[in-house]
T-cell receptor, first 107, second 120 residues
Framework: SNDLTQPPAVSVSPGQTATITCSGD??????ASWYQQKAGQSPVLLIY???QRPSGIPERFSGSNSGNTATLTITGTQALDEADYYC??????????FGTGTQVTVL | HVQLQQSAPGLVKTSQTLSLTCVIF??????????WNWIRQSPSRGLEWLGR?????????DYSISLKSRITITPDTSKNHLSLHLDSVTPEDTAVYYC??????????WGHGTLITVSS
């Protein structure tokens, strides 16, 4: 079972801001990561340690984490950002858990 | 850049053992700042972490509680790869299986994924 809850779908117009939330008990006390997965491909790391971007990830992707919610923000969304997005964190049961996933549609 | 090459997709019969390997290129399974993980994905269960192996003066393993009785992850330093063995599989174990490198608590390099179908 997933302990991190995400909205199933988010729609955004090109150039606008998309906000994806990830909710879990005391999530703000853990490091959250975010992944992008396009159809038929492996996930790609976008954000680690709440708000750090790996080399090569565009600046329009940013993250934050506080309280029970981690947030991924895509500023100036582009058509190529259409994908599924997943959060991930370390669970108190000594295991990694992933969020339920959010499908982002760029209309 | 680091690449992970996984074994080919396949069919496993119910109650048998699922076995996969992941060969590491341009990194080492003994890297003492990384961990090597297995993760699977299915429509019904989403992304699910299975377990990991890592070297910190000695070899360590962590496993998902739900799979702990059935799973073994083994490093092979001579071949620079890691293996996954999952015993007593059922159709519920049908999924795409990924190996992934973990650094700083995140999975920064992923294999291409291997579809495993469990059927009688």
């Amino acid at each position: 079972s997933n302990d991190l809850t995400q909205p199933p779908a988010v729609s955004v117009s090109p150039g606008q801001t998309a906000t994806i939330t990830c909710s879990g008990d005391n999530l703000g006390t853990k490091f959250a990561s975010w992944y992008q997965q396009k159809a038929g491909q492996s996930p790609v790391l976008l954000i680690y340690q709440d708000n750090q971007r790996p080399s090569g990830i565009p600046e329009r992707f940013s993250g934050s984490n506080s309280g029970n919610t981690a947030t991924l923000t895509i500023t100036g969304t582009q058509a190529l950002d259409e994908a599924d997005y997943y959060c991930q964190a370390w669970d108190s049961n000594a295991a990694y858990v992933f969020g339920t996933g959010t499908q982002v549609t760029v209309l | 850049h680091v690449q992970l090459q996984q074994s080919a997709p396949g069919l496993v019969k119910t109650s048998q053992t699922l076995s996969l390997t992941c060969v590491i290129f341009r990194d080492s399974v003994s890297n003492n700042t990384a961990a090597w993980n297995w993760i699977r994905q299915s429509p019904s269960r989403g992304l699910e972490w299975l377990g990991r192996t890592y070297f910190r003066s000695r070899w360590n393993n962590d496993y998902s509680i739900s799979l702990k009785s059935r799973i073994t992850i083994t490093p092979d330093t001579s071949k620079n790869h890691l293996s996954l063995h999952l015993d007593s599989v059922t159709p519920e174990d049908t999924a795409v299986y990924y190996c992934a490198r973990e650094t700083l608590g995140a999975f920064d390099v992923w294999g291409h994924g291997t579809l495993i179908t469990v059927s009688s």
